[in-house]
């Protein structure tokens, strides 16, 4: 593996942007801040909502969404955009497979969040062993039809992720369009989980969504743009609310380092957000 810090793949060119990291912060101090909201106002002008009951919400909505997800990750039915959008999306994926094809994630990997099973069948494909977990049991039956028999490698864990203590070390970590539903104010403890989860040397890749990429919000409405809440609408017309945060790559990777895990973040040209980590 080499020493730690020094196996992280170089800067690439995408499409005309050069995916350069910048040179590694020094360590600050996450800021702390409860869940934000312009729908509730109170004597100083914005009161906190109750995040249980948030976070309740953001898990049955993924649970009722489950037979829908691939939707909008396919670009199908509502989600559909005119013919170049949709290449575009297309291509951008064709990248992210490309540099998630360049790392070291294979060995014993844990994926957090697998939802329907589009990357966790690619970790299948190379990974000795993956343990995938999920808070919304509709998202693993979903993941485990996908897989077929490569799910004879998967083992499926209903459990929610903010309550998960790992109980061992796994050789990379993958949790793609997760980190934008952690509350800022549990990014530092959940990081120090992903920590706690990794050998030293392991690798960690996670995806997210670009911060305001047309297209993105056919079904969500976010009044104000400070607010770490939005509401998402199911084809049925139900909503919910749920945490969506778009975090900048610096706050990623100062709280990151403060958890002991470089992190680079970088983005394609216009739907995507990445980041490639090593434990440190």
Not at 37 to 54: A, F, H
Request: charge should be neutral; include cysteine; glycine fraction near 6%.
């Amino acid at each position: 593996m080499g020493r730690p810090g020094r196996d992280l793949p170089p800067a690439r060119r995408v499409r005309g942007h050069t995916r350069r990291p910048a040179p590694l912060p020094r360590p600050r101090r996450p800021v702390a801040v409860g869940l934000r909201t312009d729908r509730q106002l109170g004597s100083r002008g914005v009161r906190r909502e109750s995040e249980e009951s948030i976070l309740d919400s953001q898990q049955t909505y993924y649970r009722a969404r489950a037979d829908e997800y691939d939707e909008w990750w396919e670009r199908r039915g509502r989600y559909a955009q005119d013919p170049e959008a949709n290449d575009q999306w297309r291509q951008e994926i064709s990248e992210l497979r490309e540099l998630f094809d360049s790392l070291s994630l294979d060995g014993d990997v844990i994926e957090l969040a697998p939802g329907t099973g589009y990357w966790t069948e690619l970790l299948a494909e190379r990974a000795r062993s993956v343990t995938a977990i999920d808070g919304a049991p509709e998202m693993i039956a979903c993941n485990r039809a996908r897989l077929g028999r490569k799910a004879e490698v998967v083992t499926y864990l209903q459990q929610d992720i903010f309550d998960w203590v790992p109980p061992r070390r796994f050789d990379a970590m993958v949790f793609c369009f997760w980190i934008s539903h952690v509350p800022r104010r549990r990014l530092p403890k959940f990081l120090a989980t992903c920590r706690a989860a990794l050998n030293t040397g392991a690798h960690l890749f996670f995806v997210d969504n670009l911060r305001e990429q047309p297209g993105f919000s056919v079904d969500e409405v976010r009044s104000d743009s400070r607010s770490e809440l939005t509401q998402r609408r199911l084809n049925d017309g139900r909503e919910f609310t749920i945490v969506k945060n778009f975090y900048d790559p610096e706050e990623l990777r100062d709280a990151a380092l403060s958890a002991e895990i470089q992190l680079e973040v970088g983005h394609t040209s216009t739907y995507f957000q990445y980041g490639i980590g090593q434990a440190i």
